[in-house]
């Protein structure tokens, strides 16, 4: 299947999801109770985006006066700018994404896992138990510490 056909069938996709949970929202509230809902999510979104920009301001000025400025807060504020966007944009599948997205929690969930893309943990600490290494030699670098499964 070609490149171009999975984007579609995504869009269609997604189209579709939005129809259903709009159908469902109507059945609930109403049509005025869904235009009012669609309204507040995008001002939700809108005040959240102007959040996310002065935070990203505030965090430059401390780094160019010398603070730090890791990827953590920089994923995290991306994070959070995104959900806005998709609270700002029509659709209420799209505003459950970034409701999602303004939980911190959920921002922090997602940080962990897809924060640490050169491979350290937390603190460039990675905690393994005694029986999931052990040590090898090897002539170029000496010793090191290799990983590997146990069990069946």
Not at 43 to 66: N, T, W
Not at 117 to 124: A, D, K, P, T, V
Not at 125 to 136: A, I, Q
Request: hydrophobic letters at 45%; a neutral charge.
């Amino acid at each position: 299947m070609r490149q171009s056909h999975k984007v579609l069938l995504l869009v269609a996709g997604w189209l579709g999801a939005e129809l259903v949970m709009l159908s469902f929202v109507v059945s609930v509230v109403g049509w005025s109770g869904a235009a009012a809902l669609g309204i507040l999510t995008s001002l939700a979104g809108f005040i959240m985006i102007r959040d996310v920009g002065r935070r990203a301001i505030d965090s430059l000025q401390a780094g160019f006066r010398g603070g730090p400025v890791g990827s953590g807060p920089v994923l995290d504020g991306s994070l959070q700018g995104i959900g806005a966007i998709l609270l700002i944009l029509p659709g209420f599948v799209t505003d459950l994404i970034g409701l999602a997205l303004a939980s911190p929690t959920i921002r922090h969930g997602l940080t962990c896992r897809f924060g640490d893309i050169h491979g350290q943990g937390l603190n460039g600490t990675l905690d393994l138990s005694r029986d999931e290494w052990r040590s090898t030699e090897s002539e170029s670098s000496g010793a090191r510490i290799e990983r590997y499964k146990s069990g069946p």
